[in-house]
């Protein structure tokens, strides 16, 4: 119940989505850039707004009953953000220079990841083509 009513909130409210920027990773997907979103909002629900890209975030607890109310993972949010991603590729901790990492975020809980990144962009609300350099 919980996957299909996620799908169709996705479906129906895909506006709430920055489409320049949506469109930017898609781009950077089509020229061979690996794109992964990483967010503190449940993993389980971020995934039908942007399948056509690695989702990182937060887990569910659900068990046979459905949905617990229950985190699953630590939250996603600041440091455990770069924890995911180099869990994911843990190659970034012994061959990092061999990478080029571009962040775009939009709050405090994005600081560390940005931090972590060669390019770093902060992602004013409403409005991504309001980049603002921050490394």
């Not at 996957?3 to 989505?17: K, M, N, S, V």
């Not at 220079?97 to 709050?107: P, V």
Request: one cysteine or more; a neutral charge; charged letters at 25%.
């Amino acid at each position: 119940d919980f996957r299909r009513f996620a799908q169709d909130y996705a479906a129906r409210h895909a506006h709430l989505l920055r489409p320049g920027l949506l469109q930017h990773l898609l781009e950077a997907q089509a020229d061979g850039t690996t794109v992964i979103v990483i967010t503190a909002s449940p993993v389980e629900w971020v995934k039908w707004f942007v399948p056509q890209f690695t989702v990182l975030g937060t887990a569910l607890e659900f068990d046979e009953k459905g949905f617990t109310g229950r985190l699953a993972s630590p939250n996603c949010y600041g440091k455990e953000k770069v924890s995911r991603l180099t869990r994911l590729m843990p190659e970034l901790t012994t061959q990092r220079d061999a990478f080029h990492i571009t962040a775009y975020g939009d709050s405090r809980g994005d600081r560390e990841m940005l931090a972590f990144a060669d390019e770093a962009h902060v992602v004013r609300k409403n409005d991504w083509m309001s980049l603002m350099q921050t490394r």
